[in-house]
């Protein structure tokens, strides 16, 4: 794909994801597994072994009930149990939530250059934010991000496949091929908006959760890839 500056200039629909592309995310869960291992303390498996599992419940429980906090607090207790082979007491249910109170408590800590691209960009297109997870979760931190006024609109929805995007296109009635999403996840950001006929910016971020990576065609056109989100003023 060639860019030029009519590229840069025309007005077009830019979409952005939320967590781990506006702001840190999967990093303070990874910090919360840290924890959660240490006090495992197992005496035969390492943390491989272990994160293999916890992955896998993950998996099973993203699919059943959804993203956010509170699934990820469910997942940490089902490892523990399955790898002390009883349910959890009460007091070491108290000490997984405790565990993870900084994913409450914590404060909103943009990426770099983050505020100062959409007030530009927010200048000359049309944003729109789409974000996936618990809904009163994901909207305290949109709240807490002070970032919204940049977005015309802005949606948290259960999960982000093709049929969301198609969804997308038609409540606002734009044009997919004429429109972007932005964002680092290749599942759940850059391969179904493809499949929906918009184009894409992928902005890797080294603390992507695993669950959320798959590999990309790296012959495909429709898709941008940059190092940074200041990056995308040089293209919009």
Not at 127 to 135: E, I, N, Y
Not at 168 to 180: I, K, M, R, T, Y
Request: charged share 30%.
């Amino acid at each position: 794909m060639t860019w030029d500056g009519n590229d840069r200039r025309r007005a077009q629909v830019l979409v952005f994801d939320a967590d781990d592309t506006l702001w840190e995310n999967n990093l303070v869960f990874e910090r919360v597994i840290d924890d959660f291992f240490a006090w495992l303390d197992h005496p035969t498996l390492d943390r491989v072994e272990i994160r293999a599992i916890l992955d896998d419940i993950e998996r099973a429980n993203t699919v059943a009930h959804g993203y956010g906090s509170k699934v990820f607090l469910r997942s940490l207790a089902e490892c523990m149990e399955r790898l002390r082979e009883r349910p959890a007491t009460d007091a070491e249910q108290r000490q997984i939530e405790e565990l993870a109170v900084a994913l409450v408590e914590r404060r909103i800590e943009l990426m770099p250059g983050v505020a100062d691209a959409l007030d530009e960009l927010a200048g000359r297109h049309d944003l729109l934010l789409l974000t996936k997870g618990d809904r009163e979760e994901q909207q305290r931190k949109l709240d807490g991000s002070g970032l919204l006024h940049h977005f015309r609109a802005a949606h948290i929805v259960r999960e982000k496949d093709v049929d969301t995007y198609r969804w997308l296109v038609g409540e606002h009635g734009f044009d997919p091929s004429d429109a972007w999403m932005i964002g680092n996840s290749p599942r759940s950001d850059i391969l179904p908006a493809r499949a929906a006929g918009m184009q894409a910016v992928f902005i890797p971020n080294e603390n992507t959760w695993m669950l959320e990576d798959e590999e990309l065609d790296p012959t495909d056109t429709g898709v941008l890839r940059l190092a940074a989100f200041p990056d995308l003023l040089r293209h919009f």
